[in-house]
């Protein structure tokens, strides 16, 4: 198998933990390739994407700031991610194209069935919390999939409406303070806010009216479980966190760069787990 260079562009990328994720799926397959962290400022966006091309990289993966900026710099943008706005992945195609993806939809999909096999898109309603733009990929992905309904609860209304608009009549925009009485009947909970993550304040989140039987999510996982994950596991709620939609959401990526379509696997779980 011929060599093959990826990354993953952004400012600051130190913190990736993409390169120890990719070096483990190569390693596991023998697979010859690099992956290369590429700190590159806002300001030098466009020099960095054409050069992709010049130093014959299959592609990168994108992350803050630039994974809305990027969009116009590529030729083509897959029509999920032109939905959510937002791409964290650039291939580049055999002519020398680049098109642009986002997985972070495909990273919830992949540890929700992961993590909650008896949760089917049909079941019944869905509560998600907060409207940034994980949230837009992850909606996006839900309604994709064919639930039935999303209520969308987030502390600016106007932005819970606006996914409404983008994404349909799937989305039920809700005033946060309607929170706790968005919980009648719903499968799954689903916290895509920064509350609950260490340093940035709690989550008031009462699960009184969750019903037994539903699933709780929080795209968090520093730490690994919240106080929201804490209290639905108190209550016996199957739950999931963050780690592994981050760990998800890089199988469609290094299917992309080096052919193969790898698994998540419980070593290589506990082997990111003990980096953090």
């Not at 483990?24 to 020099?47: C, H, S, T």
């Not at 029509?79 to 972070?104: F, R």
């Not at 790898?262 to 082997?271: K, L």
Request: charged share 20%; net charge neutral; proline share 8%.
């Amino acid at each position: 198998m011929e060599f093959r260079a990826a990354g993953i562009i952004g400012m600051p990328v130190a913190q990736s933990k993409s390169p120890i994720m990719y070096q483990f799926w190569r390693d596991q397959y023998k697979i010859p390739g690099a992956y290369i962290p590429m700190p590159v400022l806002p300001e030098r966006l466009e020099d960095a994407v054409r050069g992709l091309r010049a130093l014959g990289f299959v592609g990168c993966n994108v992350t803050m700031p630039h994974k809305i900026k990027i969009l116009p710099l590529v030729d083509r943008v897959d029509p999920l991610a032109a939905k959510i706005g937002a791409v964290n992945l650039v291939i580049v195609e055999a002519d020398g194209s680049l098109t642009a993806y986002n997985t972070d939809g495909d990273g919830f999909m992949g540890n929700l069935a992961a993590s909650c096999p008896a949760w089917h898109p049909t079941s019944g309603p869905i509560v998600v919390l907060g409207a940034g733009g994980a949230a837009a990929s992850i909606v996006a992905s839900l309604v994709a999939a064919g639930v039935p309904e999303v209520r969308l609860c987030n502390r600016t209304f106007s932005k819970a409406q606006a996914m409404r608009d983008r994404y349909g009549p799937a989305v039920h925009p809700l005033h946060w303070e309607d929170r706790h009485d968005a919980l009648g009947g719903v499968r799954l909970l689903v916290n895509t806010t920064s509350l609950g993550m260490t340093g940035k304040g709690d989550l008031d989140m009462k699960l009184d009216g969750l019903p037994p039987d539903a699933a709780v999510a929080d795209i968090i996982y520093i730490p690994l479980k919240t106080p929201l994950l804490q209290a639905a596991e108190a209550r016996g709620h199957s739950t999931m966190n963050g780690l592994g939609m981050l760990l998800h959401q890089g199988v469609p990526c290094f299917e992309r760069y080096w052919g193969i379509r790898p698994e998540v696997t419980p070593e290589m779980y506990q082997m990111i787990l003990a980096t953090l």
